[in-house]
Every structure is written in C-alpha cells, then in structure tokens.
C-alpha cells in the first residue's frame, strides 16, 4: 500500500507563472489536507477536502490560490501568478473514515516551490 | 491565540545518549497531543499520540509525556542512534482535525 505520494518534488517558477501540486492519498483515503511551511516556521493548515467537497479552506489565501479533489485523480492545488512569498514546501495529508482528531493523518513527502 | 512552544530550537548530542525535548502550549480546547519526525526533505511520521486522560506514551526508544493541567508535554528519546537525526515536532489538536503545529527542534546525532 503506497503511501502519500505528492509531486513534484521540487518545483521552480518565475514570478507570475501558475504552479500545480499533485497530491494522491492513500489508497482508500477520502480526506486530503493542505498544509505550507515557509522556512523556519511550523506547518499551517491551508484546506481540508473530501472527494468533489471543499470541507474548510480557512487557511487559505483569498486570492491566486485554489485547491480541487476531484470524483477521479489527485487532488490539485493551485496557484497563480505566483510570488517570491509563495516559495515554500507544500505537504499534503490523507487520512480514511470519519473526520475526528483521532485520525491519523499520514503525510506525503511535500513539494519544494521555488519562485524566482 | 492557538500557540506551540517547543525547546530548544536545536540539540546536538552524542550517539547513545539520551535528550529531552520540550513543547508548551497554549491551545484550547484540548483534544490531543501527538509528537512528529520529520527527516529533512521528508513528510512528517507520527510518533505518539496522547488525549487528556493520558500522561505517558511510549513507542520504542521515545516516550512522550503529556501534563494537561500545565499544558506541558515531552519526548523523551533514550539511547540515541545516528538516525534519529530530524526535526521532532509538536502538534497540538483543539477539536476535529485542525492541528497546531510547533516549529520543531532540529536534532542531530553524532557518532
């Protein structure tokens, strides 16, 4: 059973190019996190998704960014006209059943972003 | 504000000795505590998870322990091997799924 697989690994755009995030949960997880960490700080939430559903994007700029998990295929975040402040490392989570802080939630190996 | 503290920023210590690693809190509601590895260039792993009727928690060589009352909790790791080199991370949940993160302390393990 594989487990979270996100790529790319790494990912270089110029300011004001659109950068996409592939993220696959693990086999038989409905539930998908986003979550950015920016160099010397701590992860921070950005969207919670299930199949089709956006559950909460809270965490999530207003504007350039936007986050799908689709009925088919990974989940997809996306970010346009990316800026230098959007150089970061982007990790995704899965985890199965019911939502509950007792869900484990296993983490893919995250997307390097780097805006030049 | 939702906030985890973690000590120190950075260890480093020999190979076979023991560390503690420290994480305060101010989150509230309380739901649970659970402690991460992240290996540099990796994905966080769990390593514990503690709710509030729980002060202790071991899983191999790390043992958390968790005081609710004042909102402080520790790893404890014994006998220190070369690859427990990583950031060990604290994460704190109020409630669902919402996670609190720490900055981590960096640790490296030297021969």
């Known amino acids: 059973n594989a487990g979270v697989m996100q790529n790319p690994r790494h990912l270089v755009r110029r300011r004001g190019q659109e950068a996409r995030l592939r993220c696959s949960p693990m086999?038989?997880?409905?539930?998908v996190y986003w979550y950015r960490q920016l160099p010397e700080e701590g992860l921070k939430f950005m969207v919670y998704?299930?199949?089709?559903?956006?559950?909460?994007e809270s965490g999530m700029p207003k504007e350039r960014f936007s986050a799908e998990f689709p009925k088919e295929g990974p989940s997809i975040l996306r970010i346009q006209q990316v800026v230098r402040g959007d150089s970061a490392a982007y990790f995704c989570?899965?985890?199965?059943?019911?939502?509950?802080?007792?869900?484990?939630?296993?983490f893919g190996p995250g997307t390097r972003l780097t805006v030049l | 504000k939702n906030q985890v503290e973690q000590s120190p920023q950075s260890l480093i210590i020999l190979e076979g000795k023991n560390c503690t690693l420290q994480?305060?809190?101010?989150?509230?509601?309380?739901?649970?505590l659970r402690w991460y590895k992240q290996d540099t260039g990796r994905g966080p792993v769990s390593l514990t998870i503690?709710?509030?009727?729980?002060n202790t928690k071991s899983n191999g060589r790390y043992t958390a322990t968790l005081d609710a009352d004042t909102k402080q909790s520790s790893l404890h790791i014994t006998a220190s091997q070369l690859s427990d080199s990583a950031s060990y991370i604290c994460?704190?949940?109020?409630?669902?799924?919402?996670?609190?993160f720490g900055k981590g302390t960096s640790l490296l393990v030297t021969p």
């Open positions: 994460v704190v949940s109020p409630s669902g799924y919402a996670l609190n």
């Open positions: 994480c305060n809190y101010t989150v509230s509601p309380f739901s649970n």
């Open positions: 989570a899965s985890h199965g059943g019911a939502a509950s802080s007792y869900n484990e939630q296993f």
């Open positions: 086999k038989g997880h409905s539930h």
């Open positions: 998704l299930q199949k089709e559903n956006i559950i909460d």
């Open positions: 503690m709710t509030f009727s729980e």
